[in-house]
């Protein structure tokens, strides 16, 4: 019996090796670089924005809905801005750990430790943490414990439904309108928008693109491509 779609791609995403990426990493250090004295919601934005358009991308032939944040299906990314300390201790180790184990590069790691650490120690939402509260937060260790202290994680729920209906340009052209009509201290929040929102259609367009090109060279899968 010939397998199925989701059978190839679950197939595919458990077989594949598991990488940690560096990638998206290097991307937001050199932005934040780049925008030092601005407001850091516009650093964000910038970041996820360069990210947007200049993150390797790839397909998978089988794929309905295609993006991903990484190129690999199943790889590890490296947020600087969150955290380095955890990342920079167990590197080397990230492959044999009990769980959650994924193959390292050897020249991720210098790369890392040589343009990424050096930039971020001191800076990340980490070393703010423990700036601002660390002494709070080895007081309460003491007595219960406490998870994610060096570092920020955490899930949301976008709302799906405003964005299908409204799409990118609708969200696009709401954000320049209220940016038009807002007190200064809201300007940034609506730019920081505007900047990511142009950002994703180049994102959607850098798949179209890829697609298209895919498909001329790929005539067993031409149809499911465009």
Known sequence: MTKNRIQILKEKMLSQPRYVSIEQALIITKTYKQHENEPIILKRAYALANALRELEIGIENEELIVGNRTKGVRYGVVFPESGISWVDREFE??????????????????????????????????????Q???????????????????????????????????????????AQNHYENADEDKKNFYQAII??????????????????????TDEKNRASLI
């Open 195 to 216: 900047i990511v929102m142009k950002a994703v259609q180049d994102f959607m367009l850098r798949y179209h693109d890829l697609l298209i090109a895919t498909a001329k």
């Open 93 to 130: 180790t990230i492959p044999t750990r009990k769980q959650d184990k994924f193959l390292v590069r050897d020249e991720d790691i210098k790369i890392f430790r040589e343009q990424i650490v050096p930039y971020w120690k001191g800076k990340s939402l980490e070393d703010v943490i423990k």
């Open 132 to 174: 601002n509260f660390g002494q709070e937060i080895s007081a309460i260790n003491k007595v219960v414990k406490i998870n994610q202290t060096d570092h920020a994680q955490g899930h949301i729920c976008p709302n799906v439904e405003k964005w299908l209906q409204k799409g990118v340009s609708g969200l696009l052209e709401d």
